[in-house]
């Protein structure tokens, strides 16, 4: 059973670019969850999708920051026009119900 | 909200043992969990406690009291490759997400 998958693994974008993150959940999970980790600190809870449903997107900043978990495919984190602020590493992490396993994250750096 | 508290760093000598404590403050409670990452790597899972209690798993056993929001990993037998940061997370009673705190960096001496 393959785990979290993440892509890319590291991604370069200048300001003003769009950032687009993909991350497919372990098989027979149906909970997706992405956080935000910056240099030094902790995991920051971003948002929770369900197939087709954003469940909690309470962590997300309301401009710029979009995220989807269509019927079929991954789910995607999009961030536009991203700025110097948004490098830091993304992770998600999928869940069958309890405990969550996580992706190996991309880590965005924006130029 | 939650409010997640623990060390910002420990050492400790190999083959010694360490407690990594953590206290947290909720308005709901649903379980705690810690998780271990290495310098850039995804966290994995270690251990979740949900009653009062200890719970072991190898090396590594994980303590909950609920009365006291408080919680403490013990990471037994230390070996080099335990170094790592290890986070605390809690889980809000209404909520599936995980409130992190900032993690303890454990390093491991020879």
């Known amino acids: 059973n393959a785990g979290v998958m993440q892509n890319p693994r590291h991604l370069v974008r200048r300001r003003g670019q769009e950032a687009r993150l993909r991350c497919s959940p372990m098989?027979?999970?149906?909970?997706v969850y992405w956080y935000r980790q910056l240099p030094e600190e902790g995991l920051k809870f971003m948002v929770y999708?369900?197939?087709?449903?954003?469940?909690?997107e309470s962590g997300m900043p309301k401009e710029r920051f979009s995220a989807e978990f269509p019927k079929e495919g991954p789910s995607i984190l999009r961030i536009q026009q991203v700025v110097r602020g948004d490098s830091a590493a993304y992770f998600c992490?999928?869940?069958?119900?309890?405990?969550?396993?996580f992706g190996p994250g991309t880590r965005l750096t924006v130029t | 909200g939650q409010n997640i508290d623990q060390p910002t760093e420990m050492t400790a000598t190999e083959g010694a043992i360490v407690q990594i404590n953590c206290t947290y403050q909720?308005?709901?409670?649903?379980?705690l969990f810690w998780y271990q990452q290495h310098a850039g790597e995804a966290p994995t899972f270690l251990s979740y406690?949900?009653?009062?209690g200890l719970e072991e798993k190898g090396r590594f056993s994980s303590f909950l009291s609920r009365s006291k929001g408080y919680s403490y990993l013990l990471l037994k037998e230390l070996q080099m490759k335990d170094s790592a940061s290890y986070l605390c997370?809690?889980?809000?009673?209404?909520?599936?997400?995980?409130?992190f705190g900032a993690g303890t960096t454990v390093t491991v001496r020879a």
């Open positions: 992490a999928s869940s069958p119900e309890r405990e969550q396993y």
């Open positions: 098989k027979g999970h149906s909970h």
């Open positions: 999708l369900q197939k087709e449903n954003i469940i909690d």
């Open positions: 909720t308005s709901g409670f649903n379980g």
């Open positions: 406690n949900v009653l009062d």
């Open positions: 997370a809690v889980r809000d009673y209404n909520d599936y997400k995980l409130s």
